[in-house]
């Protein structure tokens, strides 16, 4: 999928729960709609139509505060955890590279970075989870 079509999913989507809040129940949270009418009452900046984000889109509200809880979950079936993993992208790996055209720059080419990330900590995480690199693995989020 290119970033056009992927970019025209993620408007669609954007649209659909704009115009169907009422499908997707939003009246239960009316707390957030009254907090939003009160903090703008008394400012000369009126907010427009409030829109409630489901958690099922990626970095939402509710998708962090969703993530933050499963998370919270795991510390309190299986206790603290003893790492910490980060893993960052370098535009300089031989992956990407090599892929490049005399001209191009990595700055250019998301797309590429983008899928030799994912591919390298699709591996990282086999050899954490699957084969046990670090020990056996309770859990991961």
């Known amino acids: 999928m290119d970033f056009d079509s992927y970019l025209q999913i993620e408007a669609n989507t954007l649209n659909f729960i704009r115009t169907h809040q009422k499908q997707l129940r939003t009246e239960l949270y009316h707390g957030h709609a009254e907090h939003l009418e009160n903090a703008t009452q008394n400012s000369v900046v009126k907010a427009g139509i409030p829109v ?3 958690s099922s889109i990626e970095g939402s509200p509710r998708n962090m505060r969703e993530r933050c809880e499963d998370s919270m ?4 079936k ?3 955890s003893y790492l910490f993993i980060t893993f960052t992208a370098n535009p300089k790996w031989p992956e990407i590279t090599e892929n490049l055209r005399p001209s191009e720059h990595t ?5 590429l970075l983008a899928r030799v990330y994912n591919l390298k ?3 990282l995480m086999d050899d954490l989870t699957v084969h046990g690199a670090l020990g056996k693995s309770i859990s991961h989020v």
Do not use: Q
């Open 73 to 76: 979950s795991i510390f309190g």
């Open 78 to 80: 299986y206790g603290a």
């Open 52 to 54: 409630i984000l489901p």
């Open 107 to 111: 700055t250019g080419l998301p797309d």
């Open 121 to 123: 900590l699709k591996s």
